[in-house]
């Protein structure tokens, strides 16, 4: 076998085996026979260990560390290439990845046992598996983006694990919101070099001829949002989820996915070093590697403090894996690649130990905090740096853990409605103002971005180069763009206005996405010269649609039916129930593996050629609409239970809190 059909057959493993194991954990679950609820899963997560390392050794001896590019026409006949570059780097994240998943597995398999949601940890942990796989192995834009938000949305649905208690479900939308936030930095990057007809991301560096070097500022802020660098308050938030998923998602893999993806992706000539003889000016791209090193260094510095004054074990060592990871970062930009190899993978390795160990040494003090939250020693050289008055002031405001920052968990929860857990006429208003304000900022925005590259590529024209032709003939700021954007826009307002009502919700959500969809359509037809009649029987139905549910939605609220007491428990369903209408809320939005994904991704890439920035304007719709779906989800069908009947069902099969309801019912 030649070395580009192993790289073949090892994409197929990697990726359908997972997606194997997703579907017979789900299946077996809800099929099963009482006494065999743990045998077969077990069986399935040993059995895959084995294999997957088997296969990891055999890449090993015949592939090494090689440098091979594979292109894989037509991945699993879904019509896009799927890029591989196997390297040292690629074989490296491969076997560390393999390794920790493995061995949080094998831990996974005894913590979790007789728990109520065991079946629903490792099917979301086999998803987890399948997203660092594709992130791995593709250099493709097309399935490396599906990798990442797979990688998101299991990390979420981890941190609500426990979805008996409102505090995970509420620090979970925390996260997804700074997920999603990051995920729009990355497809802007992505529908950017779609647009020159770049799918290999590997390719980064031919922006810059393109006049369009400032675009390496967007991964730069997508890797951040997705490490915890920035906003680092998140990070310790997340520790809601069961020790596995922290070890997993927070310790070790899904903070430091990100870092690969800057050690494959970044070019080597862009380091402070190679830039540093050269006169920077503000567009110059040193500027932003600069910005950079001082958001990691500052990160670092109060990630440092709060580790040493935080109670909680495990939010300890969240902030002392923040602190680290800013430090890698200053590695990369600085050129210290294999330096930051080494780092990242030695620093997973101990952050996976220290979160494993965590729970036994909890028990081992017989308390869940570790030390009291007052202040510790600082170390001789902050002792020898810094005056003891600077240093009081300085662990006094890391108590409150810079208190300015947690003003970004203010904004979320006053924009989602959680900020007083209640969801009523005001919360749908206070919803309207913010999303209608961060439109109108992202409008502005992208508009400035596209006058500004008008300019620059206007002056190429005369070279006679047929894409900065495209780009000034075609005319950005088009008023029925807007209107249908606008349209999708105001469809989204209506669903938060109906998240407690099932249909109306899903009639809501299938307008906004149908609108945006409609929207990219008629970009298409219009780059081939089509008529506008089509455009103005859209407007118009889609307008009377949106005039007709607005009423139906204010008349409810006068009635008072729109009035709820809390956002959590108001519908009481079967599990099965449940999944399968938040299944077909994410099967809407798109979501990688469910209902509509394909064609959304075939719109975005072939739209994203055409007009690169509406199709980020569409994306930031389609986000709020995710996070929508999420928020309904969680509203509706978890959360603290109302009713003996829920708790019971929840945790029937678990002696110790049927005892603790037994006690305080």
Known sequence: MDEKSLITYLVYYFTLFPITKIFFVNIHNFIRKKEHDEYWIRKVVQWGNVSDFIHVIVALCFLGFTDVTVEIKSFCFLGWPFIVHWNALTFVFLAFTTTIIATIGHFSLFYLHRDAYYHKFFSLYFIFHLSIKLIVLSSGSTFFFMGWELLGFSSVLLIAFYEHRPNPLKNAMRVLFIYEAGDIFLLALISLLLFFHIEDMTHLALIQEHGYAWAMVLLIIACFFKSGIFPWTWLPRAMEGPTPSSAAFYGSLSTHIPIFLLLRFWPREWSLPAYWPEVWTISHPANAIAAAVAICAFSAFITTHMSRQHADAKNAIAYATMT??????????????????????????????????????????????????????????????????????????????????????????????????????????????????????????????????????????????????FIINWKYFNAKDEILLALALGFSMLIFCNIRKVGMFFVTLTCSAATVGIEHILLLLKHLNASDQLYWIAVTTLAVAFAWLAFYSVYNYTRGSGNYSSYTAGLSRSTLANLLLFIAALSIVGVPGLGIVLAWEYLLHYTAQVAPLMVVKGFFIIKIDTLLVFLFYFSNFLGYPDHKVQVLHHYKRDTLHLRWLQKHS
């Not at 800013?326 to 190899?341: D, N």
């Not at 003090?365 to 050289?381: A, F, I, N, Q, W």
């Open 324 to 469: 680290q990871l800013a430090l890698i970062y200053i590695e990369i930009f600085f050129g210290l690649r294999t330096l930051a190899l080494i780092h990242v993978v030695s620093h997973g390795i101990y952050r996976t130990f220290e979160f494993l160990r965590t729970p036994s040494l909890l028990h081992f003090y017989h308390t869940m905090e570790t030390r009291l939250p007052s202040k510790t020693d600082t170390g001789k050289h902050f002792k020898a740096l810094l005056p003891e008055r600077l240093r009081t002031w300085l662990y006094a405001l890391t108590i409150e853990e810079f208190g300015f920052f947690l003003r970004t968990f203010d904004f979320i929860d006053g924009f989602l409605g959680l900020k007083f857990l209640r969801f009523d006429g005001k919360a749908a208003r206070r919803f309207a103002c913010m999303v209608a304000a961060g439109w109108a900022a992202f409008s502005v925005v992208m508009f400035l971005l596209d006058r500004n590259a008008f300019k620059v590529e206007s002056a190429a024209t005369a070279s006679g180069d047929a894409i900065t032709a």
